[in-house]
């Protein structure tokens, strides 16, 4: 299938794509698209595999792509004595001249559902990545540390609570047990690496910029460093956030009054991989550890 790419503008860190980072019909843009593929096989009874692969643009025109060119010195209008209207055709020649990336975002998964008697098994595993040069594209205009890989994967098992009865309506009660990490890999910098070195040279040369005479430093290159110095490891920028390696533990109830209806009441036990004196819930109550009750009601028609 063809569809609307992605904005990568409205990715985020915890996120990953999210509910923002796709759009809605009304604000949707053929600027970049996606294609995406599904393939489903029935083996046996009551078992279904299938996978889905999807790639497409997530730049729309919005990202600009991170290199090292940026820290070219650039004379100034001023620097070349132009008048004003000169330098408002200089400037516009700049924007048309602007390199942009499409940012292409890959996401594949697998899935599982075997159904047998009163029982349901169902598996599923996601992963999400894009290459370095577009995830430090889209951390510069976001200001957010995207990751450059994200994954995720859940196993179910539920049982027909009405299976004793002659009623064809169902009541299921199910265990999940979710692993979501939206940070897996990110685009990060290292000591004695390619900016250390350049930042070397341009210290000694007026024809480029050093990292702290980037407008925004290590977010001009794409590299977003942790607020908190405790988040980072020494020599490196960019660590993933370790709350946004989450797990989670579900236990609940889905009632079907219709095979195409469904009333569902479920309780979310949340952890996250970090062990960060400040993730406690007392100090940051966005630590991916809290825990959730949800209530639910859905339709296919």
Not at 14 to 19: A, L, S
Not at 203 to 220: V, Y
Not at 262 to 274: C, F, G, M, T
Request: charged share 20%.
């Amino acid at each position: 299938g063809i569809m609307t790419g992605l904005d990568g503008t409205r990715f985020s860190a915890g996120d990953w794509i999210g509910e923002d980072g796709s759009y809605r019909g009304s604000q949707a843009t053929l600027r970049d698209l996606a294609f995406v593929a599904n393939v489903e096989w029935v083996p046996l009874s009551g078992l279904t595999l299938g996978s889905t692969y999807f790639v497409g643009g997530a730049g729309q025109g919005n990202v600009s792509r991170v290199n090292d060119s940026q820290r070219l010195f650039v004379p100034t209008y001023q620097d070349l004595g132009l008048d004003d209207q000169a330098a408002s055709d200089l400037q516009a020649l700049q924007r048309n001249n602007q390199q942009l990336t499409p940012v292409t975002v890959h996401i594949a998964e697998g899935h599982a559902l075997y159904r047998t008697g009163p029982w349901d098994f169902r598996a599923l595993f996601v992963k999400g990545w894009m290459n370095d040069e577009d995830t430090r594209s889209l951390n510069s205009a976001t200001g957010e540390n995207i990751g450059r890989v994200a994954q995720g994967g859940y196993l179910e098992v539920a049982f027909n609570l009405l299976s004793f009865t002659s009623t064809e309506q169902r009541l299921m009660l199910f265990l999940r047990g979710e692993k979501v990490n939206t940070q897996k890999e990110t685009a990060q910098r290292y000591a004695g690496g390619k900016e250390d070195i350049l930042d070397a040279f341009c210290s000694s040369t007026a024809s480029c910029k050093t990292t702290d005479q980037l407008a925004n430093g290590n977010q001009d290159l794409g590299v977003i460093q942790a607020e908190d110095a405790g988040r980072e490891a020494y020599g490196v920028n960019g660590l993933p956030n370790k709350t946004n390696d989450r797990s989670i533990a579900t236990i609940g109830l889905a009632y079907f009054p219709h095979p195409n209806v469904v009333v569902k009441l479920e309780y979310a036990r949340a952890d996250s991989a970090s062990t960060y004196y400040r993730d406690t819930e007392f100090l940051n109550p966005d630590n991916n550890k809290v825990d959730h009750i949800n209530f639910g009601f859905g339709f296919i028609f």
